[in-house]
């Protein structure tokens, strides 16, 4: 059984610093592509970062590259998502994603198991 519990949201101000953890408990958990995703209420998800299985790349949505830092530790099965230069349009629920064991997402948002969610709210 997969879970992933995602911590860190909050309410900063705009120009300020989040940052995002995420615990997976899922099995081979270094063979698989981990993601961070957002969703504003009314609005579809969209992707925001993803990062290799060794951690070598990583891949930005353009709304955020050069803000955002993905990273993960695979032996502490924790992914991370450093956020700075918070603006207000960052504001939304935050969702981790964890891939397909062995194999690359075939797609966008082709991931095997996803958070709860945690609320970052940027003020202006």
């Known amino acids: 059984q997969v879970q992933l519990v995602e911590s860190g949201g909050g309410l900063v101000q705009a120009g300020g610093s989040l940052r995002l953890s995420c615990r997976a408990s899922?099995?081979?958990?270094?063979?698989?592509?981990m993601g961070w995703f957002r969703q504003v209420p009314g609005k579809e998800r969209e992707f925001v970062a993803k990062?290799?299985?060794?951690?070598?790349?990583?891949d930005y949505a353009d709304s955020v590259k050069g803000r955002f830092t993905i990273s993960r530790d695979n032996a502490k099965d924790m992914v991370y998502l450093q956020m700075d230069s918070l603006q207000p349009e960052d504001t939304a629920v935050y969702y981790c994603a964890a891939g397909w064991a062995g194999a690359p997402p075939r797609s966008r948002f082709d991931y095997a198991s996803w958070g709860q969610g945690t609320q970052v709210s940027v003020s202006s």
């Open positions: 899922v099995q081979m958990f270094e063979a698989r592509t």
């Open positions: 990062i290799s299985r060794s951690g070598t790349s990583s």
